[in-house]
């Protein structure tokens, strides 16, 4: 497990819960990042005064995203994306000595908010609604990467409308959208449960002006990034129709050329079959090699040619012939 704290003006990777008992011994505002799920971690959040049931919870993954506002306490369970736009969950409590995040992946993913939030955390004087206000609107800014990731997925695919497509590629497209629907699905439960959580925030006790004010903020972005995602749902529904509808019609094109070359070939089969026939005077009439070359290879050759003719003629067929001339 990776601990940081994030106090004002610096970061600092922690060695063990008694390092971060002398870091947080000023009573200062600080921010404990836990990277891991291991007991050591149980350990840091009892240090910074979560009571035990938080503290289980906060090691507990695999939740639906809610939040929770009330006295002296908040509780988030949402989302941060990492460097390739993929959403990591990460669990979120905030009291009155800080705030700490708990969640599994690469540390480094916020090593520019953890420097941003050490410049902002000096001026924000003890009140740690404001400063979970300002942590949770860095948090969700990482989101934008997964939008980035998403709008460059969907601009293949709009590019792959122009080439040879499969029907693997229509079921990567079909496994996307629904893996964003369920994304946005969960997205908008959660929106809905912070714009619940912040009814009101301003008559919480502690809250304050500006404490209530970045809440609300916050609330603000989580809509918008819902409209996103809303929007970005269309499109691909969009996509998606006009990829399986490119689909469908290359098939059917395929349907058509393979119906032209049996409709030339079946004279052909006739007359194979025709001429299979084991009868005793067909052998007799047919067995020098004159018969066999006017019947066996001139016939066969004169009804492709004809049914060739007629369907060029009948416009279901088209022959490109190109004449070079040398010098």
Same mark, same amino acid.
């Given at each position: 497990?990776?601990? &940081?704290?994030?106090?004002?003006? #610096?970061?600092?990777?922690?060695?063990?819960?008694?390092?971060?008992?002398?870091?947080?011994?000023?009573?200062?505002?600080?921010? /404990?990042?836990?990277?891991?799920?291991? !007991?050591?971690?149980?350990?840091?959040?009892?240090?910074?005064? =979560?009571?035990?049931?938080?503290?289980?919870?906060?090691?507990?993954?695999?939740?639906?995203? !809610?939040?929770? &506002?009330?006295?002296?306490?908040?509780?988030?369970?949402?989302?941060?994306?990492? !460097?390739?736009?993929?959403?990591?969950?990460?669990?979120?409590?905030?009291?009155?000595?800080?705030?700490?995040?708990?969640?599994?992946?690469? @540390?480094? &993913?916020?090593?520019?908010?953890?420097?941003?939030?050490?410049?902002?955390?000096?001026?924000?004087?003890?009140?740690?609604?404001?400063?979970?206000?300002?942590?949770?609107?860095?948090?969700?800014?990482?989101?934008?990467?997964? /939008?980035?990731?998403?709008?460059?997925?969907?601009?293949?695919?709009?590019?792959?409308?122009?080439?040879?497509?499969?029907?693997?590629?229509?079921?990567?497209?079909?496994?996307?959208?629904?893996?964003?629907?369920?994304?946005?699905?969960?997205?908008?439960?959660?929106?809905?449960?912070?714009?619940?959580?912040? =009814?009101?925030?301003?008559?919480?006790?502690?809250?304050?002006?500006?404490?209530?004010?970045?809440?609300?903020?916050?609330?603000?972005?989580?809509?918008?990034?819902?409209?996103?995602?809303?929007?970005? #749902? !269309?499109?691909?529904?969009?996509?998606?129709?006009?990829?399986?509808?490119?689909?469908?019609?290359?098939?059917?094109?395929?349907?058509? #050329?393979?119906?032209? =070359?049996?409709?030339?070939?079946? @004279? =052909?089969?006739?007359?194979?079959?025709?001429?299979?026939?084991?009868?005793?005077?067909?052998?007799?009439?047919?067995?020098?090699?004159?018969?066999?070359?006017? /019947?066996?290879?001139?016939?066969?050759?004169?009804?492709?040619?004809?049914?060739?003719?007629?369907?060029? #003629?009948?416009?279901?067929?088209?022959?490109?012939?190109?004449?070079?001339?040398?010098?």
């Amino acid at each position: 497990m990776t601990a &940081i704290i994030v106090q004002e003006g #610096r970061v600092k990777p922690l060695a063990n819960s008694a390092e971060f008992r002398d870091c947080v011994a000023g009573g200062a505002l600080v921010w /404990l990042d836990l990277i891991g799920e291991d !007991r050591d971690a149980l350990t840091y959040l009892l240090e910074l005064g =979560v009571d035990s049931a938080d503290a289980t919870w906060a090691l507990r993954f695999g939740q639906t995203s !809610r939040m929770n &506002i009330g006295q002296n306490r908040l509780r988030a369970a949402t989302w941060i994306a990492d !460097r390739e736009g993929a959403p990591v969950e990460i669990h979120f409590i905030g009291s009155g000595k800080g705030l700490v995040t708990v969640w599994r992946g690469d @540390p480094t &993913i916020l090593d520019a908010i953890r420097l941003q939030f050490a410049d902002r955390v000096g001026a924000l004087k003890g009140n740690f609604y404001e400063a979970a206000g300002i942590l949770l609107q860095l948090l969700l800014g990482t989101l934008d990467v997964f /939008l980035q990731r998403l709008d460059e997925r969907m601009e293949e695919l709009r590019l792959g409308l122009n080439r040879n497509l499969s029907s693997a590629d229509f079921a990567a497209t079909m496994k996307g959208l629904q893996k964003l629907q369920t994304t946005a699905a969960g997205f908008s439960r959660y929106a809905s449960a912070v714009r619940s959580a912040t =009814v009101g925030v301003e008559t919480v006790p502690g809250a304050g002006v500006r404490g209530a004010a970045e809440l609300n903020d916050f609330a603000y972005q989580v809509d918008d990034f819902e409209g996103e995602l809303v929007e970005r #749902r !269309r499109w691909m529904s969009d996509l998606t129709h006009d990829f399986a509808t490119t689909v469908a019609h290359r098939q059917a094109e395929q349907i058509n #050329r393979l119906t032209l =070359v049996s409709l030339i070939f079946l @004279p =052909v089969t006739a007359l194979t079959g025709f001429f299979g026939m084991n009868f005793d005077w067909m052998t007799r009439v047919i067995a020098s090699p004159q018969a066999f070359f006017a /019947l066996g290879v001139a016939l066969p050759a004169l009804s492709v040619a004809v049914t060739i003719g007629w369907l060029t #003629r009948k416009g279901l067929i088209r022959l490109m012939i190109r004449f070079g001339l040398r010098r």
